[in-house]
């Protein structure tokens, strides 16, 4: 199973990126995509949710309306367009696929309902 993350990089605050994980050796539609990150010296949050079906998505509260996650099932990718953003966005961004076939809920925003992820890709948003 492979989780590859891009699209990180340095952004003047108030910029906007787009992140991609591209998935393979697993069956990406029938499972919940997340991204997390984790900053310097801190502990690894949530940051966005969606369901396999794309009918749910769940949002932490300090990126709530700046950041929408999406996906393509048939490209096997899922996204992270990130907007407004503000230099305590700096951190490593990781995507994770879900453990449970079908899972939604809120239940997502827990990294313990993740069985793979991603190498982590840095964004950098400078002040």
């Known amino acids: 199973v492979q989780l590859q993350a891009s699209g990180g990089g340095l952004v003047q605050a108030g910029g906007s990126l787009r992140l991609s994980c591209a998935t393979s050796g697993r069956t990406f539609s029938s499972y919940a995509m997340g991204w997390f990150r984790q900053a310097p010296g801190k502990e690894r949050e949530f940051v966005a949710a969606?369901?396999?079906?794309?009918?749910?998505?769940y949002y932490a509260d300090s990126v709530k309306g700046r950041f929408t996650i999406s996906r393509d099932n048939a490209k096997n990718t899922v996204y992270l367009q990130m907007n407004s953003l503000k230099p305590d966005d700096t951190a490593v961004y990781y995507c994770?696929?879900?453990?449970?076939?079908?899972?939604?809920?809120?239940?997502?925003?827990?990294?313990?309902?993740?069985?793979?992820w991603g190498q982590g890709t840095q964004v950098t948003v400078s002040s």
């Open positions: 969606i369901t396999w079906s794309s009918s749910g998505t």
């Open positions: 994770a696929a879900g453990g449970r076939l079908w899972a939604s809920g809120s239940i997502l925003m827990n990294s313990y309902e993740y069985d793979d």
